[in-house]
């Protein structure tokens, strides 16, 4: 007597549509086309809490040149305050643990990661976001070398790396080191070369590996700034 329970064909066809309906029911979007990342930023999208025992802080953020005004929660990162608040969705959610650099906006002159940074830290600070490069409609040096270099695929992280790039170029007008730049104490300057840019951006991920291009539209943009 052939059963169905019997049957192990039967009994993966049944496993298996147990499965795709808790996958449905669970709003996963294996399947849909949709970047896992994004999916996981929109779960983790941050909520405004009416728990009275959370602090908030009143804030007033500068980027791209404006003053915001903003109540925030006290655990609220700059990367959230940025996307949330301020709808600059060009700062990219990545890792959300300061490891990729999707998120890398410019502070007072200095890139930063801000998913590691508190927005009520920066009260009063200078922020540049990638929605600020641009002068008058204008691309930056930056900006127009990574198109003419083709220095992304995906262009997810290119909002990190255009900020970064733009900040590494006036960290080397400074004549700052970093741990590719040989002996300086004899007076020297620091010598944009290939391995100067691959150390100093290394903090900035390309998961489409368009690492080459990126070297090449940053020595670029520094010869035209």
């Known amino acids: ?18 499965f795709l309906g808790t996958m449905a029911g669970s709003g996963m979007t294996i399947g849909l086309g949709l ?11 941050p909520q ?3 728990d009275p025992a959370v602090a908030t802080n009143d804030v007033t953020l500068r980027v791209n040149g ?4 903003l109540r925030l929660d006290a655990r609220t990162t700059l990367l959230d305050a940025l996307r949330e608040h301020l709808n600059l969705v060009g700062v990219k959610k990545g890792c959300d643990r300061g490891q990729c650099g999707a998120c890398t906006v410019i502070v007072n002159g200095r890139r930063i990661n801000s998913c590691l940074s508190f927005a009520v830290m920066h009260e009063g600070d200078e922020i540049t976001t990638v929605e600020g490069l641009a002068t008058l409609g204008k691309l930056s040096a930056v ?15 290119t909002p ?21 730049t040989p002996d300086l104490t004899k007076g020297g300057h620091v010598e944009l070369t290939d391995a100067e840019i691959r150390e100093r951006m290394s903090g900035n991920i390309c998961r489409c590996g368009a690492y080459p291009n990126i070297v090449a539209a940053v020595r670029a943009a520094s010869n035209q700034t």
């Open 143 to 157: 900006q127009a070398a990574f198109l003419e270099h083709d220095a992304f695929q995906c262009g997810y992280c």
């Open 160 to 180: 990190g790396q255009l900020c970064s790039a733009t900040a590494l170029i006036d960290e080397v007008r400074k004549n700052e080191a970093s741990a590719a």
């Open 66 to 69: 404006a003053d915001h005004q």
């Open 1 to 18: 007597m052939n059963r169905k329970d019997d049957n192990p064909d039967a009994s993966i066809d049944v496993y298996r549509r147990v």
């Open 35 to 45: 970047p896992l990342a994004a999916s996981a930023e929109a779960n983790s999208a």
């Open 48 to 50: 405004a809490s009416t």
